[in-house]
């Protein structure tokens, strides 16, 4: 099954999509990768998902991606005595450690470690933004804030800390319960909820042993401050646009969106585009103009992928809102200008052989209008590499191996194929040259590109490539 366009679509499973005919559906519609949120999901829940996915995936006869997102740590108030309470703009409100329920001057902050990292001047937000308080004094067991936005406040609110680094890691004792029972299941992307710096993506590296691959989320100031290095750690990234815009300023958010969306494709790591992209689609059967317009910022910016969240998982029409996100994906790609622009934005290549190859694989393909680039990759290594150059040229992945096949179902522009290793040259261009028509991708007498690392297996040893006719 061939996808008319590059940039892939994610799907988000929840009550709305939990049999195996409605993930069929949603494959079928154009969904790519399957999410499942733990913040959600029970362990038993989660496998019967995965089953589900490898079930429609045996059906089609097409690789699915799975992805397991971590809840990460969730951040709230204490309880109060009436259940809520009524904050004026301009009072004094305590944070403390006291377990004694709150009122409408204090209540108790259940993380000590919040209270011992807030300093004066640090904003507090409640209730993702909806009351914003500040620090004016601070202890390691109390907070004394002033409300700047007004509002009323209840038991257990979420609270955000857009000025504060928390000295705690971004996996919970449940993230990592949940993140062992995914793994043996055998998901393809772990997506990190949290992430500040560096070191908490290697905290769940270390944890995943490369069983999966790593995606972290974006959506805490402090993780813009050292977004190169959590790239570079990390195996892709997602820019989760709805706590982002909770912590930082609102208007601040689209551009940070091509910020981050640039950074990872010069540093050739996958990048997701998420939260709220068709958000009206819960309830009605067609999106905003605005919406289709978010869509299609994204699909020029060159994303690799696009998500939907509750849409999917918990929407009315979830069958419509992939449809929709497939026609967008489709319209912008046919558009002329679409392939200019991203020529615009591509990277220097890096003084490497693979990369040196990637980019002069491009501009044979399409200075000699080949059909398609035809890459060999044991680990994905060369297919991302290949993705990283949005070439204009299909680029399909032909690999031994059905866990790479998967990962690769969120980048950009790849169509993996799970398929024997080839045993030497002729046997390499002579199966690409068969697997390149089958797919419709080429017809006979046409030519296509071959690339390929040798010796063969060898993970990121991108060294030849080749020009064959399709007999």
């Known amino acids: 099954m061939r996808r008319l366009r590059r940039v892939k679509i994610i799907a988000t499973l929840g009550p709305a999509s939990t049999s195996e005919e409605m993930i069929k559906k949603l494959h079928l519609a154009g969904a790519d990768v399957f999410r499942i949120n733990m913040s959600h999901a029970s362990h038993d829940g989660m496998r019967e998902q995965v089953r589900m996915i490898r079930a429609v995936e045996k059906d089609v006869g097409r690789p699915i991606g799975i992805m397991v997102d971590l809840q990460g740590p969730k951040l709230r108030l204490g309880v109060f005595k009436d259940t809520s309470a009524m904050l004026e703009k301009g009072q004094s409100f305590v944070l403390d450690s006291d377990t004694t329920p709150g009122d409408a001057h204090r209540v108790h902050l259940p993380h000590p470690e919040i209270l011992a990292a807030l300093e004066p001047g640090h904003a507090i937000l409640v209730d993702d933004g909806k009351v914003k308080l500040r620090v004016s004094e601070a202890t390691k067991t109390r907070a004394v804030t002033i409300v700047e936005v007004p509002g009323k406040v209840s038991n257990k609110k979420g609270v955000s800390l857009p000025d504060t680094t928390i000295p705690v890691s971004a996996m919970t004792d449940k993230d990592r319960s949940d993140l062992e029972a995914a793994l043996d299941t055998g998901i393809d992307w772990i997506a990190v909820s949290f992430v500040q710096r560096p070191e908490d993506v290697a905290d769940v590296r270390k944890t995943a042993r490369g069983r999966a691959l790593i995606l972290s989320k974006i959506e805490k100031p402090q993780a813009i401050t050292r977004l190169d290095e959590i790239i570079e750690i990390s195996d892709a990234l997602m820019v989760a646009r709805g706590d982002l815009g909770v912590e930082m300023p609102m208007e601040k958010v689209p551009g940070l969106q091509k910020r981050i969306t640039r ?91 693979a990369d040196a190859i990637a980019m002069a694989t491009r501009d044979v393909a399409e200075t000699l209008d080949l059909k398609a680039i035809m890459a060999w990759t044991t680990s994905g290594a060369t297919a991302l590499r290949l993705s990283r150059e949005r070439s204009e040229t299909p680029v399909l992945a032909l690999t031994p191996n059905i866990t790479t096949a998967r990962r690769l179902a969120i980048a950009w522009g790849i169509h993996a194929i799970e398929t024997e290793d080839a045993t030497n040259v002729d046997d390499m261009v002579e199966r690409a040259s068969e697997i390149a028509a089958q797919e419709g991708f080429a017809k006979t007498a046409q030519r296509i590109i071959v690339v390929a690392g040798m010796p063969f297996g060898t993970p990121g040893a991108t060294n030849m490539m080749r020009i064959a006719y399709v007999p």
């Not at 992209?277 to 910022?297: H, Q």
């Open 263 to 353: 950074t990872a494709r010069r540093l050739g790591k996958p990048v997701v585009v998420a939260t709220q992209m068709l958000e009206s689609m819960i309830t009605s059967p067609v999106p905003t103009r605005a919406e289709v317009s978010d869509v299609a910022t994204a699909v020029f910016d060159g994303a690799d992928a696009v998500m939907l969240s509750a849409e999917s998982a918990a929407g009315q029409f979830p069958v419509e809102a992939v449809e929709t996100m497939n026609r967008i994906a489709e319209e912008i790609e046919s558009d002329p200008l679409y392939h200019s622009i991203l020529a615009n934005q591509r990277a220097k290549a890096e003084p490497t052989g």
